[in-house]
């Protein structure tokens, strides 16, 4: 379950896998358990055996649904069933987890899922699903997407797949899990959200073609997978819960689905047509028996409750709910269909509109932005007047259920959770915009007031969960905003309401700073280092520091999202590391190295160099030698987890051994990148854009190398990559120039891993050494992007620090003063983020919902900016520009050399 929102369960404080929380609500075991069998915990789940699966690496898995009202029973019988039959299984550990895998918003592959059994062959998965769909009759559940339903069982699935944990890592550093297909071959075992079994692999159990069903969008009672789509988008395969992809048009109840929306565990949201009429509607479906909140009720009886108001609202108050038009169901989902509503949601309106996030901004954008704003909170709360007085309260007031018209009228959509106030008030909320427990008394109308409020500091600024720990922060917002322009003070005191300060700052104001920045920068430099020390567990099981869920995700161990990340922040510190983290660092590169990417951020060739460093380096010459042996180095050009970023390890070892055998394997790495055009299948699924995933990663790899080695057809083909990537910026209009992160995910980034500033600091290096005109004119719009009122973020890879960091490497590259005073502006903004603790000053990491260590979004990366901005040394961001030379960087298109900058840039040597 890797949905951000699980990781900030079971810590209040830092990230933590949700197999970590303590207090989980009931827990499940057989009732009776014969003495012969054994259990062991697996993150979320229990696992029963009395002998291992030997030989047994694949087959059908059985799994079983159930209602949450229901789930001991359900367990206790398939328990038996399976002891009786010798059939290996598990289930979910407790309520906790059975709520998160059914949450609205968990991932959609793990819906339903309850018990798992592995029955040893084909002849066992039969005699125990008919034992099960027997014994389980009169029971319910809901239906899991990745399988189909065994005969007339609304309990029972099957679905092919491995039954050993076997998998490769991918260039992100995540895992593929693997099944043998048909032809014995190793592929992806796919877990999405329909029945996909391997290739050569037949299903045995599936009824004949007659009892397939009706072609509907809903499905049929049999589970099985006849699907029917339109041509826009949207399909649903039977039994598979779902509108999802496209074909045909799908009729249901009299309406035509034309495209999804969203989609969600709970179900999906899609925009239609009234098939007799053409007037357009909004369609929301919901699954039976998934996101069970606390009182019980599932998201399709929310849907009728749904129904129910907007049903008394249009005769009481016309116009101020979305206009309810049908509820019907088919096969076991719900759906409501009410009048389209055109319109954005009111947090894509802020990131579409706010000046504050956007170069070239001037004192009249920013006041008709907050004229707008005031607009919208105005209409806002107008509504909600209208709703109160109806004796409903909205409870659930977020921007994705305001939207925003073009003439700036709001409408309040998702009426799921309005109700009366009263005995059976159910509290439901999104996080951020809920009260906390102790603002709410015995008045739920705070509610709808403190959701107000945070829609105003939304479009003011959004760090909701930093403020939350920190309410001084709101003082270093708005003297930052104010830098150009100003809060009108109505809207102010509307987004500030619930927070006030906190009367005892710990930390400078911005007036303070202001007056004496690099004083203040040195003690916040030093704060965070002192905070992030005190964060060290060097014996915990999983992570040495405290990591985001991408480090879960991928390893904890690399640079991006682990230890290593750390160890180089600290010693770019000054800082010892603490004891016993350089030893386990070691111990398990050398154990995992083969288990890792290759690459630079999330894999071995980071690790290596941050040994090497740190005096190992025989280490990291093995390391990287295993690295040198991974498929992946043949399937990915990237610097994150790929070619360009063991080429990048590769020179870093040179630089402490002078060894030519690792310039020799760059070398080899960058002559085997295939031609431009093939180069896109390298980059990932979807063509990324930027430094970690990017061509503008692979074109500082080939710059590095040719200042190390001088072959200037290196230089050659890494200008030919930055042109494509500028060929790809979002708006060449506007005064800042920005990127996708990639082919099909269109957000406009300035960030350092994917957008204007990783471009700005490659840019700058091939600058400093080549006459590229299309690169010198893209500078005037790169470096304004670093200057943005703020970021949502303050790590180095998605947020503030790397625009900072942008500004001071190109200050360094170029000898710019104005790069440089804008570096120390930039900076100043991170006590925005900053929370006072007793160890230091901590910051919060991806998404701002718990502390993080780590480089990427943590500490880690804010302390490397800091460290760099004020005491400036090359190769902070794991170049190797103290190796070039001037002879090595002669200028490229040009007969005259170019001019060495000052500092310590590349052609300084």
């Given at each position: 379950m890797h949905q951000p929102l699980a990781f900030a369960v079971a810590d209040p404080e830092f990230y933590a896998p949700l197999e970590s929380a303590t207090d989980r609500g009931e827990v499940y075991r057989p009732s009776t358990v014969p003495p012969e069998w054994r259990s062991i915990e697996s993150n979320v789940w229990t696992m029963w055996f009395r002998r291992k699966l030997e030989g047994v690496e694949d087959g059908w898995k059985v799994h079983v649904s159930a209602k949450a009202d229901r789930l001991q029973a359900v367990l206790d019988t398939v328990a038996a069933i399976c002891f009786e039959q010798d059939v290996p299984f598990k289930h979910l550990s407790c309520r906790l987890f059975h709520q998160w895998a059914h949450?609205?918003?968990?991932?959609?592959?793990?819906?339903?899922?309850?018990?798992?059994?592995?029955?040893?062959?084909e002849a066992a998965a039969r005699r125990l699903m008919e034992a099960l769909r027997a014994a389980l009759s009169d029971e319910d559940g809901p239906f899991v997407l990745t399988d189909r339903r065994f005969g007339d069982s609304r309990t029972v699935h099957y679905r092919y797949g491995a039954f050993v944990p076997r998998s490769r890592v991918r260039a992100d550093g995540?895992?593929?899990?693997?099944?043998?297909?048909?032809?014995?071959?190793?592929?992806?075992?796919?877990?999405?959200?329909?029945?996909?079994?391997?290739?050569?692999?037949?299903?045995?159990?599936r009824p004949p073609a007659k009892a397939a069903g009706p072609s509907t969008a809903a499905g049929s009672s049999t589970g099985t997978s006849t699907s029917t789509s339109t041509g826009t988008g949207t399909s649903t395969s039977t039994g598979t819960g779902s509108v999802k992809g496209p074909a045909k048009p799908v009729t249901l109840g009299g309406y035509v689905f034309e495209a999804a929306v969203r989609h969600s565990n709970a179900g999906g949201a899609y925009q239609g047509h009234d098939a007799a009429t053409g007037r357009p509607v909004f369609i929301k479906e919901a699954r039976a028996h998934t996101a069970v909140e606390a009182d019980g009720r599932d998201a399709r009886a929310r849907l009728r409750g749904e129904w129910e108001t907007l049903r008394a609202l249009h005769g009481l108050a016309p116009g101020l709910a979305p206009e309810p038009l049908a509820h019907f169901s088919a096969w076991e989902h719900d759906?409501?269909?009410?009048?389209?509503?055109?319109?954005?949601?009111?947090?894509?309106?802020?990131?579409?509109?706010?000046?504050?996030?956007?170069?070239?901004?001037?004192?009249?954008?920013?006041?008709?932005?907050?004229?707008?704003?005031?607009?919208?909170?105005?209409?806002?709360?107008?509504?909600?007047?209208?709703?109160?007085?109806?004796?409903?309260?909205?409870?659930?007031?977020?921007?994705?259920?305001?939207?925003?018209?073009?003439?700036?009228?709001?409408?309040?959509?998702?009426?799921?959770?309005?109700?009366?106030?009263?005995?059976?008030?159910?509290?439901?909320?999104?996080?951020?915009?809920?009260?906390?427990?102790?603002?709410i008394g015995n008045d739920p109308s705070v509610y709808d007031d403190y959701g107000v409020s945070a829609l105003a500091q939304l479009l003011v600024g959004p760090f909701h969960h930093v403020v939350r720990r920190n309410p001084d922060v709101l003082d270093h917002l708005r003297y930052g905003i104010g830098r150009v322009g100003r809060v009108p003070e109505r809207l102010w005191r509307r987004a500030t309401r619930y927070h006030p300060p906190s009367g005892a700052a710990q930390l400078p104001g911005p007036e303070e700073v202001a007056a004496a920045p690099l004083v203040h920068l040195a003690g916040l430099r030093d704060s965070v280092a002192d905070a992030l020390v005190a964060m060290a567990d060097v014996?915990?099981?999983?992570?040495?520091?405290?990591?985001?869920?991408?480090?879960?995700?991928?390893?904890?161990?690399?640079?991006?999202?682990?230890?290593?990340?750390?160890?180089?922040?600290?010693?770019?510190?000054?800082?010892?590391?603490?004891?016993?983290?350089?030893?386990?660092?070691?111990?398990?590169?050398?154990?995992?190295a083969g288990d890792l990417a290759p690459g630079l951020y999330v894999g071995a060739a980071g690790i290596a160099r941050v040994l090497a460093d740190q005096g190992l380096v025989d280490e990291a010459r093995d390391v990287l030698a295993v690295a040198d042996g991974h498929p992946l180095v043949a399937e990915s050009a990237t610097v994150f987890g790929g070619a360009a970023g063991l080429a990048l390890g590769h020179l870093a070892l040179y630089g402490h051994t002078r060894d030519e055998h690792h310039v020799e394997r760059a070398l080899a790495l960058a002559r085997a990148l295939p031609d431009d055009e093939a180069l896109a299948a390298r980059l990932g699924?979807?063509?990324?854009?930027?430094?970690?995933?990017?061509?503008?990663?692979?074109?500082?790899?080939?710059?590095?190398?040719?200042?190390?080695?001088?072959?200037?057809?290196?230089?050659?083909?890494?200008?030919?990559?930055?042109?494509?990537?500028?060929?790809?910026?979002?708006?060449?209009?506007?005064?800042?120039?920005?990127?996708?992160?990639?082919?099909?995910?269109?957000?406009?980034?300035?960030?350092?891993?994917?957008?204007?500033?990783?471009?700005?600091?490659?840019?700058?290096?091939?600058?400093?050494?080549?006459?590229?005109?299309?690169?010198?004119?893209?500078?005037?719009?790169?470096?304004?992007?670093?200057?943005?009122?703020?970021?949502?973020?303050?790590?180095?890879?998605?947020?503030?620090?790397?625009?900072?960091?942008?500004?001071?490497?190109?200050?360094?590259?170029?000898?710019?003063?104005?790069?440089?005073?804008?570096?120390?502006?930039?900076?100043?903004?991170?006590?925005?983020?900053?929370?006072?603790?007793?160890?230091?000053?901590?910051?919060?990491?991806?998404?701002?919902?718990?502390?993080?260590?780590?480089?990427?979004?943590?500490?880690?990366?804010?302390?490397?900016?800091?460290?760099?901005?004020?005491?400036?040394?090359?190769?902070?961001?794991?170049?190797?520009?103290?190796?070039?030379?001037?002879?090595?960087?002669?200028?490229?298109?040009?007969?005259?050399?170019?001019?060495?900058?000052?500092?310590?840039?590349?052609?300084?040597?």
């Open positions: 949450h609205k918003h968990a991932p959609r592959p793990q819906s339903g899922k309850f018990v798992a059994a592995y029955p040893f062959d995540t895992r593929m899990l693997l099944a043998r297909n048909g032809h014995g071959e190793l592929v992806e075992d796919l877990r999405g959200a329909s029945f996909q079994p391997p290739d050569g692999i037949h299903d045995p159990f759906f409501l269909v009410t009048e389209f509503i055109d319109g954005r949601a009111m947090n894509k309106w802020m990131a579409g509109t706010n000046p504050l996030i956007r170069a070239g901004t001037t004192a009249q954008d920013v006041a008709a932005y907050f004229e707008r704003c005031q607009t919208l909170i105005d209409g806002v709360e107008q509504a909600l007047d209208r709703l109160h007085a109806c004796g409903y309260l909205f409870v659930d007031v977020s921007p994705g259920n305001v939207l925003v018209g073009d003439d700036d009228t709001v409408r309040l959509v998702d009426f799921e959770v309005a109700q009366r106030p009263g005995a059976d008030f159910s509290p439901m909320g999104t996080p951020g915009y809920s009260p906390p427990r102790s603002l014996g915990h099981p999983e992570r040495m520091f405290p990591t985001v869920a991408d480090g879960y995700r991928t390893n904890t161990l690399c640079l991006a999202y682990g230890a290593a990340g750390v160890a180089h922040a600290l010693h770019r510190a000054g800082r010892p590391l603490p004891d016993g983290m350089l030893e386990r660092l070691r111990r398990e590169a050398l154990d995992r699924p979807d063509d990324a854009t930027g430094l970690a995933h990017g061509r503008t990663g692979v074109a500082l790899m080939l710059h590095q190398l040719a200042a190390v080695c001088g072959d200037q057809a290196l230089l050659k083909r890494g200008l030919q990559l930055l042109h494509l990537e500028l060929d790809r910026e979002t708006a060449s209009e506007e005064a800042g120039m920005t990127f996708p992160v990639s082919a099909v995910d269109g957000r406009a980034m300035p960030y350092l891993y994917c957008g204007s500033a990783g471009m700005l600091h490659v840019a700058s290096r091939y600058l400093a050494v080549a006459d590229d005109e299309r690169l010198a004119g893209a500078m005037p719009r790169l470096l304004p992007v670093m200057g943005v009122a703020y970021t949502v973020m303050p790590g180095l890879f998605q947020g503030l620090s790397g625009l900072g960091f942008a500004l001071a490497d190109h200050a360094a590259v170029t000898g710019s003063a104005e790069s440089r005073a804008a570096a120390v502006r930039t900076a100043q903004k991170l006590f925005g983020f900053a929370v006072p603790h007793a160890t230091g000053v901590r910051m919060p990491g991806d998404q701002l919902l718990r502390y993080s260590a780590d480089l990427w979004s943590g500490s880690a990366g804010v302390l490397l900016f800091l460290t760099e901005l004020l005491a400036p040394r090359p190769d902070a961001l794991f170049t190797v520009d103290s190796l070039s030379t001037a002879d090595a960087l002669s200028t490229v298109g040009s007969p005259s050399a170019a001019a060495p900058p000052t500092g310590w840039g590349p052609a300084a040597g």
